[in-house]
């Protein structure tokens, strides 16, 4: 047996293709082994990339041949890797329609010398994965023909020397964008645990990844456990690209309807996105994110209350309190409101109320400031004859009323008795906890105020 290294190289057995080989002076045994060579190719592709959950992924090969021979055939076989350590589902398709299969086979026309051909595939990945490997294998197939006269007396034979060029490519796969989501009250305390009948917000924080993604819209599904509030015919972030130097956030107010046994997804969010660059495929995507568990309570009693934006010292504004019922059942409290050495106000301090099924009831108070700064407004205690009813009155019944509020120095609002008025009409009817709920949070908030000139 000979061990040939090379068919076009073999000079006592192989000529010039295309040109007749002279007699050989030595007879040849009767089998012939030819052994490929690590076949002259450049594979020219992307390495480092990263694929989007959900997307069809186009992926393009170019080969060269740089050979001095024509190429007959050329196979491209795709798979992933079999040194992962575990398989990540890789599916890889001839076009978007079928991208579903576990390897690929492409066949590529002749490739003359010096001469590129070029093929593209489709990826699509439905889990990220940090690092994974794809195996491509160039089976090109030099086309040598062979004359010689030996004992054997053939001529004129083709002889196909089968070569292969393995290339592993590492890539990862990563979500297109971040879902971040949580509740809160309209006081912008963050809770984990809705009550029926009580007001809160629903944040949600899309946060963009490397690669620039367009956001056609966004759909947002509540669960039937929740309602929302005002809710307008308009689509959430209508075509915007995000990438990871940008972020969207949307806020909404939602009101629980009914309680629940176990946590559940308050909602689940439908993005409608494609790749930014136009490097995949141009159709639109669709991807569902689950937002926020939450548990749904039942409180006996849930308080409101509707204050002014800001107070002025020694100027008396209105506190309207709203107890509401959200049973079938009579409830009956006991209420009281703690004193304050910064406020003096009139109305109820004490008393025993009856709230029968469903029904509401207002507090109205009217307050006097004698500090300026941030003041700890009074607090409504509500007890109940039962432990049970008590714990949880403390514990949900008054989690969207404020706690405190900015008394300004009075010599720094306007001067005119007449203008006074229409402002603190103003701070009650507009800048009052419906601000807090249409902004989310009001944390830390300082104003400025300057002395208003009033000609006489």
């Not at 050329?74 to 398989?87: D, G, Y």
């Not at 509540?222 to 929302?228: A, F, I, R, Y």
């Not at 009323?401 to 001067?415: A, N, Q, R």
């Amino acid at each position: 047996m000979w061990d040939v290294q090379s068919v076009s190289s073999v000079g006592f057995c192989v000529s010039n293709l295309g040109r007749k080989a002279a007699k050989l002076p030595v007879e040849l045994p009767k089998r012939i082994k030819v052994l490929p060579k690590p076949p002259k190719l450049a594979v020219v592709c992307d390495d480092g990339f990263a694929v989007l959950i959900g997307e069809k992924y186009l992926y393009r090969v170019t080969v060269e041949n740089l050979e001095n021979a024509p190429i007959s055939k050329l196979k491209l076989k795709v798979f992933e890797s079999a040194n992962s350590r575990c398989q990540h589902g890789i599916k890889f398709g001839y076009n978007i329609e079928q991208c579903d299969g576990a390897a690929l086979s492409l066949e590529l026309d002749s490739l003359m010398p010096n001469c590129k051909a070029t093929s593209v595939f489709y990826i699509t990945m439905e889990k990220t994965v940090d690092n994974v490997s794809m195996h491509m294998q160039v089976d090109p197939c030099l086309l040598s023909v062979i004359t010689y006269e030996v004992t054997l007396n053939v001529e004129n034979m083709d002889m196909s020397c089968n070569c292969t060029l393995d290339r592993t490519v590492s890539f990862s796969s990563i979500m297109p964008f971040v879902v971040e989501s949580y509740m809160c009250t309209t006081m912008g305390q963050r809770v984990n645990d809705l009550v029926v009948k009580e007001d809160v917000l629903l944040w949600m924080h899309v946060r963009g990844v490397s690669v620039p993604t367009l956001i056609c819209s966004c759909t947002l599904h509540l669960c039937d456990k929740v309602h929302m509030n005002n809710p307008i015919d308009y689509q959430t972030f209508d075509n915007a690209v995000i990438d990871s130097d940008t972020s969207l956030s949307e806020i909404c107010s939602v009101r629980p309807v009914g309680a629940t046994t176990e946590p559940v997804s308050i909602a689940h969010a439908t993005f409608c996105w494609k790749r930014w660059n136009e490097t995949s495929s141009s159709e639109m995507i669709s991807t569902s994110f689950s937002l926020c568990n939450v548990n749904i309570v039942s409180c006996p009693v849930i308080v409101s209350c509707v204050v002014p934006s800001f107070g002025v010292m020694y100027r008396p504004f209105v506190v309207k309190y709203t107890i509401e019922n959200t049973t079938e059942k009579t409830v009956q409290l006991e209420a009281t409101f703690e004193s304050s050495e910064r406020f003096m106000f009139s109305g109820m301090k004490k008393d025993l109320l009856k709230l029968t099924r469903l029904s509401k009831l207002e507090i109205i108070l009217n307050v006097l400031p004698l500090i300026d700064g941030f003041s700890t407004l009074p607090r409504l205690q509500l007890l109940s004859s039962s432990e049970a009813v008590t714990s949880s009155l403390k514990q949900y019944s008054q989690r969207n009323v404020p706690l405190t509020i900015l008394i300004t120095p009075k010599d720094s609002t306007v001067s005119s008795s007449q203008d006074s008025k229409i402002a603190l009409q103003d701070a009650e009817s507009y800048c009052s906890v419906q601000m807090v709920c249409a902004y989310g949070c009001f944390v830390n908030a300082t104003v400025s105020f300057q002395p208003k000139k009033t000609s006489h």
